[in-house]
C-alpha cells in the first residue's frame, strides 16, 4: 500500500520541518490500512517497533509511505517514508493479530459490534454471533 503526506506548515514541528510525531502517526496509519487491505480485515497491533528517523523533512515536500508484508513470523507490516528523491525519511515495523468479532467486542468494550465494523468480520456476515 502507498499514500502521501505533504508536510504543510499546518503541522510543523520546528520552523520549517514535519513535526515527526504527525509523520510517526501517518506511518502508523499505513501499516493499519497495509494490514487491512492485505488480510481483508482489520487487525489489532500487538507490537510496534521502533520509529527510526533518518532525516528531517522540509516543509512543502512530499513523502510517501509505502508499507508491505514484512518477512518472518507472524504477521508484520513494515512501512518506509520515502521522499520524492528516493531517499528513506524514517522507518518502522508493526505486527498485528486478527481477532474475531466476539474478541474484537471484548477488547473494546462494545455491548455490540458498531455497524460500521460488522461488514469487515467475515462470521458477522455469516450471522455467527
Known amino acids: 500500500m502507498e499514500t502521501r503526506l505533504r508536510a504543510v506548515a499546518s503541522i510543523e514541528g520546528w520552523p520549517l520541518r514535519l513535526h515527526s510525531g504527525v509523520l510517526y502517526t501517518a506511518m502508523l496509519e499505513t501499516a493499519n490500512w ?56 524514517a522507518t518502522l515495523e508493526r505486527a498485528f493479530d486478527f481477532p474475531d468479532a466476539a474478541t474484537v467486542r471484548a477488547r473494546l468494550g462494545y455491548d455490540g459490534l458498531p455497524d460500521v465494523l460488522r461488514e469487515a468480520f467475515p462470521e458477522q456476515a455469516a450471522g455467527v454471533p
Open 34 to 89: 497495509t494490514a487491512y487491505g492485505l488480510a481483508g480485515r482489520p487487525g489489532f497491533p500487538i507490537r510496534t517497533g521502533a520509529f527510526a528517523p533518518k532525516r528531517w523533512v522540509a516543509t512543502g515536500e512530499d513523502v510517501a509511505l509505502r508499507g508491505r508484508r514484512a518477512g518472518g513470523e507472524g504477521f508484520v507490516v513494515a512501512v518506509e517514508a520515502v521522499a520524492a528523491d528516493g531517499v528513506i525519511v
